[in-house]
């Protein structure tokens, strides 16, 4: 790991104590989910760094396009207002050029969005961490990006965050998820970036996930545990969805952990591994809460179920224009069977350059089902 030229905390030199004992302090509540010591922390950091002035830290800069696959803490700093939005990502390159949620993407909702669209910024880095992201001490992760904030407003700079978002490790898109959809007893295993736009298509999924709320259109939902990720991620496309027996089996390899608190529409319900008990959901569906999809799940890109014609369907683009689109259905196919109809169709007519985004290919979720590599990713 390198940092810059010094330390955030180095130059806090009469409070350097109290400050870096908070900042620990709330790294280790948020890293560990003690969420009311956490909201407790904040608002004595806060206090405390109005109290202090030091000079502006000098971090290194580095052009988005030699940002590093690293985890690692960033700040972006507008050239023209002197605003400053600090981040950590797990991959550094990944979190500014991913193309659905990058910060140099047109989609990115963060609120470095303007900065970055107006293109009079630059990037520093203040610290690199040289592991795996999988590897990476989310506590000092966390703790740098909370150092990072406090060297900036002490040094008398606007920071663009809040304070109860920063130190946030693994909550960010693409951090693989398990949900349960509670009508079916269905179990996926995909992302969280997957999950809110092909799911719940709303920032309540977001609120599953931390333990905010207990469903979101009739999901439930939580981090996946080490032992399912190494199960079934290797069978998963990237930012893709898997959904079946083998994500039953890997969810159900461990015994259940989910409890209860308090009662009715206020109770609180934590889920931490295992198969949810069919108590759970009913309970769970019961008190869901968001808009709930009117059609049942189907596991795969481009397979829908029609309500009106009581049967599933696929989908795919049969040309550039945004009216070729083909569409068909049958009365007794299942959701693989129409997802298999599907890719064969595609690969018989060479639509293959027409279907990407979400008419991207099925085959390695319709592989992961059939136990096969019958179909290759186009």
Not at 118 to 131: A, L, N, Q, T, W
Not at 167 to 182: A, F, K
Not at 348 to 363: I, K, L, M, V
Request: proline share 5%; aromatic share 8%; charged share 25%.
């Amino acid at each position: 790991m390198y940092s810059g030229e010094r330390d955030p905390l180095e130059q806090t030199e009469v409070k350097a104590e109290p400050i870096d004992a908070l900042i620990r302090a709330l790294a280790a509540a948020i890293i560990k989910g003690r969420g009311s010591e956490a909201r407790e922390l904040r608002p004595r950091l806060s206090e405390a760094l109005c109290n202090m002035k030091q000079p502006a830290p000098d971090w290194p800069s580095l052009s988005t396009a030699d940002l590093p696959s690293s985890p690692g803490i960033y700040v972006i700093t507008s050239n023209r207002t002197g605003e400053h939005y600090v981040g950590l990502a797990l991959d550094l390159r990944d979190r500014f050029h991913n193309p659905i949620y990058g910060h140099l993407t047109t989609k990115n909702k963060s609120r470095a969005g303007p900065i970055t669209r107006s293109g009079e910024y630059i990037v520093r880095v203040p610290h690199i961490f040289d592991s795996e992201p999988g590897d990476v001490d989310t506590l000092e992760l966390s703790r740098r990006e909370i150092e990072t904030y406090v060297a900036l407003v002490v040094g008398g700079g606007r920071v663009l965050n809040s304070l109860a978002m920063l130190g946030r490790v693994g909550e960010t898109q693409g951090i693989p998820v398990v949900l349960c959809e509670c009508a079916t007893d269905a179990y996926i295993f995909t992302d969280s970036l997957a999950a809110a736009s092909r799911f719940v298509q709303s920032r309540a999924i977001m609120a599953v996930v931390y333990g905010y709320a207990r469903t979101a259109r009739g999901f439930a939902a939580r981090w996946s545990t080490k032992s399912e990720t190494d199960r079934l991620a290797p069978l998963t496309e990237r930012r893709g969805v898997l959904v079946g027996r083998l994500v039953r089996d890997a969810v159900g390899s461990a015994p259940r952990d989910a409890h209860w608190t308090g009662h009715g529409r206020n109770g609180q319900f934590r889920w931490r591994v295992g198969l949810l008990s069919e108590a759970d959901r009913v309970r769970l569906s019961r008190y869901r809460r968001g808009t709930y999809a009117k059609h049942q799940f189907s596991g795969f890109l481009a397979v829908r179920w029609s309500e009106r014609n009581r049967a599933w369907r696929c989908s795919a683009r049969s040309g550039p224009g945004l009216r070729d689109i083909w569409v068909t259905g049958h009365e007794v196919w299942t959701p693989l069977e129409a997802a298999i109809a599907r890719e064969e169709k595609i690969r018989a007519e060479g639509w293959e350059r027409f279907n990407t985004g979400a008419y991207a290919s099925n085959a390695q979720s319709i592989n992961a089902a059939l136990g096969t590599a019958r179909f290759t990713p186009w």
